[in-house]
């Protein structure tokens, strides 16, 4: 029997719903905060990874689904967003229209981890982008719309955790520092870790195996002027939002593209897998692949650790509101043009093969869950009437005009909404 591969997954409802929510609450805030969508390929050029996630990232080196296609050419399943929005934002000539551009994306990322729970092959990000606006409230900002979003979902206890990795002014003697560091404790480094150091010793504190522990004794970050203003002000604004942060002063975060501010968002009691939103600003990415020189922050969740995150409680399958049934073949046509009917007036309406006995139409109406079952018969389709029963214990029945089984339906399911 065919099944599906390692890592990947169906969804079915309710979680598919629960998505489905998800996403249509991130774009009204998306809205509000005036950012505006873009759908990206799911397959890019294997460079676009290489030359700006980095080559010395686990999701590059270790996880990314890379293959050559029937023509030789060298391509990835997008392993994360913000490269092909940086692509897609030089490709198409958005800088002349306006440098400052804010975009947003919803889909499916690809990297090969080990499966764990809320560790996927395939896994939802919705991601923001804030192009072409240096200052440090566009980083606050971007914090502020993820920690709304956040809200919003129903993520009830997140932690934010902020750092600044300085510039290519400040950060290289940062860099000669940490690697003198690193050297000396070079025995305390994984393999992986100890194969890379030379080339990105930053890794090494982002290291799942040893970096907690080699942060402890890592040495501070020196900031050049610039820099160390531009994070001031980033916590002021964060202050004045107000959004509670925590400096962590070994936060680097996973990807090579990143500048100044980086920031990871936590969500209490989903297990290990807790980080559940991070970026940061990357200043010099947009100019390193042949766009102009300008300054961009940005952000990915993870929706389905949100959506972990934010499950209270059961989630249930939508249920009809309405049965429709037919006594008898001859009812049927009726039947359907009612049901049809129903649904225009906004009432979710669900049948089975009119086809079957009343009996099995009746039974197929309460296993559905639904409230109500409108019966049409040969007097029903006869006269243009519906026989609305309540399925609910002690629930009466009533021969109507369409319409009023619409209204009659409604103004019952708003009272129950209500006493509940
Ligand atoms: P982690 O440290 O958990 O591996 P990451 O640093 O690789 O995360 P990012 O590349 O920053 O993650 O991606 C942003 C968000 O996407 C993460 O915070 C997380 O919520 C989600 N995410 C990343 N990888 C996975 C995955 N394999 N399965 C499900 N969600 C994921
Ligand atoms: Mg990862």
Same mark, same amino acid.
């Given at each position: 029997?065919?099944?599906?591969? #390692? ?38 050029? #294997? ?10 990232? @686990? ?19 997008? &392993? ?34 080990? &499966?764990?729970?809320? #560790? ?20 606050? =900002? ?48 994984? @393999? ?13 504190? @982002? ?17 050049? &002027? ?153 007097? =029903? ?15 009466? =029945? ?11 339906? #409604? ?10």
């Amino acid at each position: 029997m065919a099944q599906t591969v #390692r890592g990947f997954r169906d969804i079915m409802e309710p979680d598919a719903a629960a998505f489905a929510e998800l996403e249509a609450r991130c774009r009204a805030l998306f809205r509000l905060y005036g950012y505006g969508e873009i759908r990206l390929p799911t397959v890019e050029q #294997r460079e676009l990874f290489v030359k700006s996630t980095g080559d010395t990232t @686990d999701i590059v080196e270790k996880e990314m689904y890379a293959f050559e296609d029937a023509g030789g050419r060298m391509l990835a399943l997008r &392993p994360e967003g913000t490269p092909g929005v940086a692509r897609a934002y030089i490709e198409n000539g958005l800088p002349a229209k306006d440098l400052r551009q804010k975009l947003f994306y919803i889909g499916s990322m690809f990297r090969a981890e080990r &499966p764990q729970a809320g #560790r996927y092959r395939e896994f939802e990000q919705i991601g923001a982008e804030y192009i072409g606006n240096p200052d440090p409230s566009a980083d606050a =900002e971007t914090m502020v719309l993820l920690a709304a979003l956040l809200k919003s979902a129903g993520v009830k206890e997140i932690r934010l955790e902020i750092n600044s990795i300085g510039c290519p002014q400040c950060r290289p003697a940062y860099k000669q520092a940490l690697l003198d560091y690193l050297k000396a404790n070079l025995d305390s480094l994984c @393999d992986n870790c100890k194969k890379r150091v030379e080339r990105n010793p930053l890794r090494a504190l @982002d290291c799942k195996t040893d970096g907690p522990k080699l942060a402890a004794g890592a040495p501070p970050m020196k900031y050049c &002027p610039d820099c160390d203003a531009h994070f001031a002000q980033v916590r002021e604004h964060l202050k004045n939002a107000p959004l509670a942060f925590n400096v962590n002063p070994n936060l680097v975060r996973g990807l090579d593209y990143y500048t100044r501010t980086v920031f990871e968002f936590r969500a209490a009691g989903i297990g290990s897998q807790d980080a559940i939103a991070a970026g940061g600003r990357y200043d010099t990415l947009i100019k390193s692949m042949g766009g102009p020189d300008v300054a961009a922050v940005g952000w990915a969740m993870g929706a389905d650790r949100v959506l972990a995150a934010a499950a209270s409680g059961e989630r249930a399958a939508p249920k009809p509101e309405v049965f429709v049934a037919a006594a008898d073949k001859t009812a049927a046509p009726k039947a359907f043009q009612i049901l049809q009917f129903l649904r225009g007036e906004g009432l979710r309406a669900d049948a089975a093969a009119f086809s079957q006995s009343l009996k099995s139409q009746m039974r197929a109406a309460n296993k559905s869950g639904a409230r109500f079952a409108a019966i049409i018969g040969e007097r =029903e389709a006869a006269e243009g009437t519906v026989t609305l029963k309540d399925l609910a214990p002690g629930g009466q =029945e009533k021969t109507v005009s369409p319409r009023e089984a619409a209204d009659l339906a #409604r103004r019952q399911l708003q009272d129950g909404l209500k006493a509940s």
